[in-house]
């Protein structure tokens, strides 16, 4: 029975440059105007399509993934061209679709040939003290400069769903300099082939 929803984003930003892109944003635009939403905008898996997409469309929001694996949205310049021209942004992926909080040896062959990063990952977790969820928030609380508005989050119950919210304040602390310039083989879901 909602009247108005906060936002409505297009899953795939693709869409937007197709043959129907320009009628799909004029729906939207409308929808806004006539109240049925307060904010318009677009899930991106690459960062550089941010500034294309605001070029040509009236975007407010934008959802991207970012966590200590994909830093892509920071090493790109996104997370700061959205704070600089008011654009809200909510991450997603924080965890990595699950993966970094895979159990030692538990994750799928295809991610064993960067065995090396899951054992700084566990070996930096052990030293902090941190479980896995702690370092993923840890993470994600080291980039609040960047005027994050949101984190989406996913789990299975509600024991998953308890942890994640009683470590949302998990200090931000230094990261090994291993996480920075990944493979995108490993930090794009997109690109896994599993």
């Known amino acids: 029975n909602l009247k108005k929803v906060e936002a409505v984003l297009v899953h795939k930003s693709e869409l937007l440059f197709s043959s129907i892109g320009n009628e799909i944003m004029k729906g939207l635009t409308r929808a806004k105007e006539e109240g049925l939403c ?26 991207a ?49 960067w065995n090396y990063i899951w054992d700084v990952w566990e070996n930096w977790l052990e030293k902090n003290s941190f479980t896995p969820v702690q370092g993923a928030i840890s993470f994600v609380n080291g980039c609040s400069s960047f005027g994050i508005e949101r984190v989406v989050i996913g789990f299975q119950n509600m024991k998953q769903i308890k942890e ?27 690109k896994w082939k599993i």
């Not at 830093?71 to 970094?100: A, E």
């Open 164 to 190: 994640i919210i009683d470590n949302k304040d998990t200090k931000a602390i230094s990261f090994p300099e291993e996480f920075l310039n990944i493979d995108q083989a490993l930090s794009n879901p997109t």
């Open 38 to 63: 307060r904010r318009v905008g677009v899930s991106v898996y690459d960062p550089d399509h941010i500034r294309l997409l605001s070029d040509n469309f009236p975007i407010d929001l934008i959802q």
């Open 65 to 113: 993934p970012l966590n200590i694996i994909d830093q892509r949205m920071i090493h790109s310049g996104g997370l700061k061209y959205c704070k600089d021209n008011n654009i809200s942004v909510h991450i997603r992926s924080i965890f990595l679709q699950g993966l970094l909080l895979s159990k030692l040896n538990t994750r799928p062959a295809y991610f064993d040939r």
